[in-house]
Each structure stands twice: as structure tokens, then as C-alpha cells.
């Protein structure tokens, strides 16, 4: 091509595509918050705007539009339905210049509960009834949406602190073209973890809380690493899971599936679960895997795997 001075006009930069986090979930599990965080992380971001404008905010020029943006929806969105919200993600999915993700934030019922009171705020559902109703009704209502997440996080036992690094580990910017597993410990005594995609059980290995020295560590300490380790069918079981999950990885990987949660429970989510996860990290890392490493039942490392 040449320019009306007779030049050879230089050809124009390709934009990056645009980062579109659409951050929903249940009322008080954490929205507004998520939203602060990726605003921190120079995103773009919106409350509430109305599911019919969001066509034209992406119809803007991929060289003008903000290269991050961040838009919360929730049953308090104006027009918010979920058909009308597939029917949204389907248009924007077939956009070649955006790169979509939906964060569904979910939480204990009796800690939205807490969450209510504390704040005095009512439940958009509950206006005139009690507010374990509301969240009910709100959790049917979103379970579709939920499915169809690309990332849940469950913030009932999170800090401000803990939900930042696990919101921006799994959505894993730098890392979009390949699936991302996290691999998560916990305690049965406090129920599945609410984003297990497999769930494995490891209470049948030898209990290091029946051991008085051991009680009190965890499975990151090496004197219960070594104990849970020296169960004659822990290198079975650990061969065995690792067979298992090696051809799945990229068989859930060619069906486009971003993010995998692989949730490891023990009774307590202290001792044995922390210990296996921590070792099948490290396994999924060596196979060239991106991988988050979360203890849910014990206070988050220093350092780590993950």
C-alpha cells in the first residue's frame, strides 16, 4: 500500500486481544471485592452494567477498547437473566479479538448468612422473608451459571488476602493457552471443597493425629511427611493417581477445559491430604503442568509447590 505522498505506509500494529472477566456468583460472596482486586491489576472495571450493553462496549475498535476489563453481573444487574446471559457469552465467545473468562464466586449459605447480618444488608431475594430463603432461591437460580463458569472459588473460609492470590492464580493470565490445574487439600470434617472437579479420599492411609508429636504439625512438616509416607500403600496409591490422571490431562485439555480442580481430603485436612497434594503438585509440575497448590483446612505456607 502507498500513502498519498508516494511512501510506503507502514503497516499498523496488531492490538493484543482484549481480557474480559465477567465476575458473577452468589450475592456477598465476594464480588465487589473481586472486582477491587483486578481493578489493582489495571483492569477496567464495572458493577452492575446492564447485560444489553455489553455488545456495544466490545464493539469497540480492538485498538481503542481497554486492553483489561472487569464486569460484575449478578441478580442485581438490570435485565440480568441467565438465558439472556448465555446468549451474551455465546456472541462474545465468537469474538476473535477478546479473550472471555467467567469467575462464579460461591459461598456457605451460613456464612452469607453471617455476612447479611453483619452488614445489615438485605438479600436481593429476601426482601420480605428470612434471608437463608433468599440465598436458597439465589443458589437455584445460578446454579446454570455456575456450570458453565470457567473459574469458581468458594470464599466462605478465605482472607482478603488469600482470595486475591487464588483469584489471580486461577485465572492465570500469563498461562491462557494451556489448562491450569489446581490441586487442592482438605478436610472431609468440613466438607468438599464447592470447585472439585475429581475428589480423592486418603483416609485410609495411617493417621498421624493418633501420634502425640505429629498432632500438632501438618503434612508439610517432614516428621509427618516421613510418617504418612511410610504407609506400605501410599507408593501404590500415589503410582496408581498418577497413572490415572496423566492421559486425562490432555484429553480434558483437547475439549477446551481451562482450569481443573483436583481436591485430595483427608479427616482433618492436616496431615495425609496435605502431604499427597503437596506430592502430586510436584508430580504435575514435572510433567510441565501450570499448577496452584492450596491448603484449604490449614493456614496458607510461606512458600510452597504452588
Known amino acids: 500500500m502507498t500513502a498519498s505522498d508516494g511512501s510506503k505506509a507502514q503497516d499498523a500494529p496488531i492490538p493484543d486481544p482484549t481480557t474480559l472477566v465477567l465476575v458473577t456468583g452468589l450475592s456477598g460472596a465476594g464480588r465487589s471485592s473481586a472486582l477491587a482486586i483486578l481493578e489493582d491489576e489495571g483492569f477496567e472495571a464495572v458493577d452492575n452494567l446492564p447485560l444489553s450493553l455489553l455488545p456495544a462496549l466490545m464493539a469497540l475498535d480492538p485498538a481503542e477498547r481497554p486492553d483489561r476489563i472487569a464486569v460484575g453481573v449478578d441478580l442485581r444487574t438490570r435485565d440480568f437473566d441467565s438465558t439472556y446471559f448465555f446468549t451474551q457469552l455465546d456472541?462474545?465467545?465468537?469474538?476473535?479479538?477478546?479473550?472471555?473468562?467467567?469467575v462464579f464466586l460461591d459461598c456457605d449459605t451460613d456464612v452469607l448468612i453471617r455476612r447479611f447480618t453483619?452488614?445489615?444488608?438485605?438479600?436481593?431475594l429476601a426482601t420480605d422473608r428470612p434471608v437463608a430463603d433468599g440465598i436458597r432461591l439465589e443458589r437455584d437460580y445460578m446454579s446454570p451459571i455456575r456450570a458453565r463458569a470457567d473459574v469458581v472459588i468458594d470464599t466462605s473460609e478465605l482472607t482478603l488476602g488469600s482470595f486475591r492470590q487464588i483469584l489471580l492464580d486461577e485465572l492465570a493470565f500469563d498461562q491462557r493457552n494451556r489448562m491450569t490445574v489446581t490441586v487442592v487439600s482438605f478436610g472431609f470434617r468440613k466438607g468438599l471443597p464447592r470447585e472439585a472437579d475429581l475428589v480423592?479420599?486418603?483416609?485410609?492411609?495411617?493417621?498421624?493425629?493418633?501420634?502425640?508429636?505429629?498432632?500438632?504439625k501438618t503434612g508439610l512438616d517432614p516428621e509427618?511427611?516421613?510418617?504418612?509416607?511410610s504407609d506400605p500403600e501410599f507408593p501404590g496409591f500415589v503410582a496408581r493417581l498418577t497413572a490415572l490422571i496423566a492421559p486425562l490431562l490432555p484429553r480434558y485439555?483437547?475439549?477446551?477445559?481451562?482450569?481443573?480442580?483436583?481436591?485430595i481430603g483427608c479427616t482433618g485436612g492436616k496431615h495425609r491430604s496435605v502431604h499427597t497434594a503437596e506430592l502430586f503438585a510436584t508430580w504435575l509440575k514435572s510433567?510441565?503442568?501450570?499448577?496452584?497448590?492450596?491448603?484449604?483446612?490449614?493456614?496458607?505456607?510461606?512458600?510452597?509447590?504452588?
Request: charged residues 25%; proline residues 10%; hydrophobic residues 35%.
Open 91 to 102: 456472541q462474545l465467545s465468537r469474538d476473535p479479538d477478546l479473550t472471555l473468562r467467567v
Open 118 to 124: 453483619e452488614t445489615r444488608r438485605r438479600h436481593p
Open 200 to 216: 480423592f479420599d486418603v483416609r485410609f492411609l495411617k493417621n498421624p493425629h493418633y501420634v502425640a508429636e505429629l498432632r500438632p
Open 224 to 229: 509427618v511427611a516421613a510418617y504418612v509416607s
Open 253 to 263: 485439555e483437547a475439549e477446551g477445559k481451562s482450569y481443573l480442580t483436583i481436591a
Open 287 to 306: 510433567q510441565g503442568t501450570p499448577v496452584t497448590l492450596r491448603h484449604r483446612d490449614i493456614p496458607a505456607p510461606a512458600g510452597g509447590a504452588g
